[in-house]
């Protein structure tokens, strides 16, 4: 599987971004992932979804602000990020996960064995 994440860049605090992650490549995953990770920081879960395209799962640091969403074909996820607040300022990673990953498995990074490279949200005070 071979992920590329596009959509990063610079936005003012209360605007909007949308991430995309295109996934090509077969796949056995379950989950489809965003982490983030800030500098000095650990990478950290951001959202999932099944790979159905169903059952969205989130931090409590975003419900409420971000949709995960998946095309209907599930080759291409997105993160559709509202009211962004300066803490969101991150590498944003999008992810597959593994076959056997499970609803209290999936918040782990550890779950995912592909990544794509990154797309940096960087969000100005």
């Known amino acids: 599987v071979q992920l590329q994440a596009s959509g990063g860049g610079l936005v003012q605090a209360g605007g909007s971004l949308t991430l995309s992650c295109e996934i090509s490549?077969?796949?056995?995953?379950?989950?489809m992932a965003w982490f983030r990770q800030a500098p000095g920081k650990a990478r950290e879960f951001v959202a999932a979804?099944?790979?159905?395209?169903?059952?969205?799962f989130y931090s409590d640091a975003v419900k409420g602000r971000f949709t995960i969403s998946g095309d209907g074909g599930m080759t291409t996820v997105y993160l559709i990020m509202n009211n962004l607040k300066y803490e969101d300022t991150a590498m944003y990673f999008c992810?597959?996960?593994?076959?056997?990953?499970?609803?209290?498995?999936?918040?782990?990074?550890?779950?995912?064995?592909?990544w794509g490279q990154g797309t940096l949200v960087t969000v100005s005070s």
């Open positions: 992810a597959a996960s593994n076959p056997l990953t499970s609803r209290s498995t999936l918040r782990m990074a550890d779950s995912y064995a592909y």
């Open positions: 979804i099944r790979w159905s395209g169903m059952y969205p």
């Open positions: 490549g077969h796949s056995t995953s379950r989950f």
